[in-house]
C-alpha cells in the first residue's frame, strides 16, 4: 500500500509522535514509554511513519533510533498554507462579530 504524508498525519497519536522526534532523536522504547496504547500499535504508527519517509529509523546495537525527516511534511504544510489566509479573514470577521456584540450589550447595560 502506497501511504502519504495526509494518511501519516492523519492521526492524533502518530502527530504527537512526529512533534516528538521534531524536539530530539528518540529510541522505539522512548516512544512507546510516552504513550498509553501498547507496544504493538507504536510499532504500527512508527511504521506508518517510516512508509511515508516521514521518519527514519537507525539500528545502533540493539537499539533503533528514530529520527524526523521534516522535508517530507513539505506537502502537507504547503497544503494547509494555502488555507491560511481563508482561515485569518474568518477567524477576524468573527472577532469582529463578537467585539460588536460586547458593545451593543454594554451599551444595552448602561441604557
Known amino acids: 500500500m502506497r501511504r502519504d504524508v495526509f494518511q501519516a ?9 512526529i512533534e516528538l522526534l521534531a524536539q530530539e532523536t528518540l529510541t522505539v522504547n522512548s516512544i512507546a514509554e510516552k504513550f498509553e496504547v501498547s507496544r504493538p500499535a507504536i510499532s504500527k504508527h512508527l511504521k506508518i511513519l517510516k512508509e511515508c519517509e516521514i521518519i527514519r ?4 546495537g540493539r ?3 528514530c529520527m ?7 506537502p502537507a504544510f504547503l497544503w494547509i498554507d494555502q488555507y491560511k489566509q481563508l482561515w485569518e479573514d474568518r477567524l477576524d470577521n468573527f472577532e469582529n462579530y463578537l467585539h460588536e456584540l460586547q458593545s451593543k450589550n454594554n451599551k444595552d447595560e448602561l441604557s
Do not use: G, H, N, S
Not at 498525519?9 to 509522535?17: E, G, K, L, S, W
Not at 529509523?57 to 545502533?60: A, D, F, K, V
Not at 524526523?68 to 513539505?74: A, D, S
Open 9 to 17: 498525519i492523519a492521526d492524533p497519536v502518530r502527530r504527537d509522535i
Open 63 to 65: 537499539q533503533r533510533f
Open 68 to 74: 524526523i525527516q521534516p522535508k517530507k511534511l513539505i
Open 57 to 60: 529509523i537507525e539500528q545502533q
